[in-house]
């Protein structure tokens, strides 16, 4: 199985702070890696898919870049709602599997 | 707009079935684009895929619970459904319906989720 380890596993920021979050695969997955937010008691939303593509409906201040191995969610200015847990998940190869979360304080 | 609901007991006794349906309302659950699929998250941890179902005839189960799961599609009623066997309180978490999308460059990625149930396993 591929294990996907994120860093760091916590982040505190300020309301318009550029925040990046990384993401590593134990082995190289090309672009099939996707970005998830969740908030407290909700379920997981898309907002990346394919390394960088972003899901409709989804704020142009997040952005996915990389391949291969490592990859980063950039968040460039923060919002107030964006302060949340946010997970990578790649769907190279089954299981798809889940990184451990990077929780986004204020 | 694509809606997705967990439903079943909250609560599972040890050794028993957990069994949960997810209702598909505003999409049918036939199409071939697209897997119907369950992930779990135990209390303030990580994300857990536990299988999908592709085509009614198609299912994918995480090797780590392979022997206990069953997922199912009842088209006619737009409804999947899933079952773990001999449960313990390791299975404990939220569980969550998912769609996942495959599209024509073969990525994948969940894009519709349900709202999550709690399934407690005890006694």
């Known amino acids: 199985d591929i294990q996907m380890t994120q860093s760091p596993s916590s982040l505190s920021a300020s309301v318009g702070d550029r925040v990046t979050v990384t993401c590593r695969a134990s082995?190289?997955?090309?672009?099939?890696l996707n970005w998830y937010q969740q908030k407290s008691g909700k379920a997981p939303k898309l907002l990346i898919y394919?390394?960088?593509a972003l899901q409709s409906g989804v704020s142009s201040r997040f952005s996915g870049s990389g391949s291969g191995t490592d990859f980063t969610l950039t968040i460039s200015t923060l919002q107030p709602e964006d302060f949340a847990t946010y997970y990578c998940?790649?769907?190279?190869?089954?299981?798809?599997?889940f990184g451990q979360g990077t929780k986004l304080e204020i | 707009q694509l809606q997705l609901q967990e439903s079943g007991p909250g609560l599972v006794k040890p050794s028993e079935t957990l069994s949960l349906t997810c209702t598909v309302s505003?999409?049918?659950?036939?199409?071939?684009?697209?897997?119907w699929g369950w992930i779990r998250q135990p209390p303030g941890q990580g994300l857990e895929w536990i299988g999908s179902?592709?085509?009614?005839?198609?299912?994918y189960y995480n090797a780590s619970l392979k022997s206990r799961v069953t997922i199912s599609i009842d088209t006619p009623k737009n409804q999947f459904t899933l079952k773990l066997s001999s449960v313990t309180a390791a299975d404990t978490a939220v569980y969550f319906c998912?769609?996942?999308?495959?599209?024509?460059?073969?990525?994948?990625?969940?894009?519709?989720w349900g709202r999550g149930m709690l399934v407690t396993v005890s006694s």
């Open positions: 998912a769609r996942r999308v495959r599209n024509a460059y073969n990525y994948k990625y969940f894009d519709y």
């Open positions: 505003g999409g049918s659950i036939s199409s071939s684009s697209y897997y």
């Open positions: 179902m592709y085509n009614s005839a198609n299912a």
């Open positions: 082995q190289p997955i090309s672009t099939y």
């Open positions: 394919a390394a960088s």
């Open positions: 998940q790649q769907s190279y190869s089954t299981p798809p599997s």
